[in-house]
T-cell receptor, first 116, second 115 residues
Framework: GAGVSQSPRYKVAKRGQDVALRCDPI?????LFWYQQALGQGPEFLTY????????KSGLPSDRFFAERPEGSVSTLKIQRTQQEDSAVYLC??????????????FGSGTRLTVV | DQQVKQNSPSLSVQEGRISILNCDYT??????FLWYKKYPAEGPTFLIS?????DKNEDGRFTVFLNKSAKHLSLHIVPSQPGDSAVYFC??????????????FGTGTRLTIIP
């Protein structure tokens, strides 16, 4: 597709429920990032993939958070046993690994997760 | 510990005038800086970047200035247009790696252009 696609756009989960958030990056983009944006804050880094390899997961807030990108394209962020503090917009971004130019990440529109 | 700070949550500017958005950082390891623009219900969009080896980078109406000794950068928009109304995020990374950088974002400044 032309841009980064995230689904669902909105998700309401009951506390304790597991959720899965999907990201379709731009075709051919090597790098994929997940960020979490709480209300009134800037995005905060969660994890980074280069192709299927998860090279950095230092931002994942707890072991309830898990991300995968098994075939180097679509990625899923899974949150187990959701808590109210997990309520946020989850942003996915992708980028080509291109030594000739740099235009920053391309972000998706995000998934707004509300835990009730 | 907020490593990238945008101390003005909001800014209103008359159309046609200059908009100046400010950003301060504390991490001396940061050497690549970016500005992103965000409309409601959309993801942030890359606007302009600057490497620490430069003190200015210009792209059309947008200019970013970097004062490394003061750990301060600013984004100038001249002339301001109604379509510039958005939230602007300053971001920084410890190195430029062709789009593979982990970014640290500020909390954003909401810019409103008054027609």
């Amino acid at each position: 597709g032309a841009g980064v696609s995230q689904s669902p756009r909105y998700k309401v989960a009951k506390r304790g429920q597991d959720v899965a958030l999907r990201c379709d990056p731009i075709s051919g983009h090597v790098s994929l990032f997940w960020y979490q944006q709480a209300l009134g804050q800037g995005p905060e880094f969660l994890t980074y993939f280069q192709n299927e390899a998860q090279l950095d997961k230092s931002g994942l807030p707890s072991d309830r958070f898990f991300a995968e990108r098994p075939e180097g394209s679509v990625s899923t962020l899974k949150i187990q046993r959701t808590q109210q503090e997990d309520s946020a917009v989850y942003l996915c971004a992708s980028s080509p690994y291109n030594r000739d130019s740099y235009y920053g990440y391309t972000f998706g529109s995000g998934t707004r997760l509300t835990v009730v | 510990d907020q490593q990238v700070k945008q101390n003005s949550p909001s800014l209103s500017v008359q159309e046609g005038r200059i908009s100046i958005l400010n950003c301060d950082y504390t991490n001396s390891m940061f050497d690549y800086f970016l500005w992103y623009k965000k409309y409601p219900a959309e993801g942030p969009t890359f606007l302009i970047s600057i490497s620490s080896i430069k003190d200015k980078n210009e792209d059309g109406r947008f200019t970013v200035f970097l004062n490394k000794s003061a750990k301060h950068l600013s984004l100038h928009i001249v002339p301001s247009q109604p379509g510039d109304s958005a939230v602007y995020f300053c971001a920084a990374s410890e190195e430029s790696n062709f789009g593979n950088e982990k970014l640290t974002f500020g909390t954003g400044t909401r810019l409103t252009i008054i027609p």
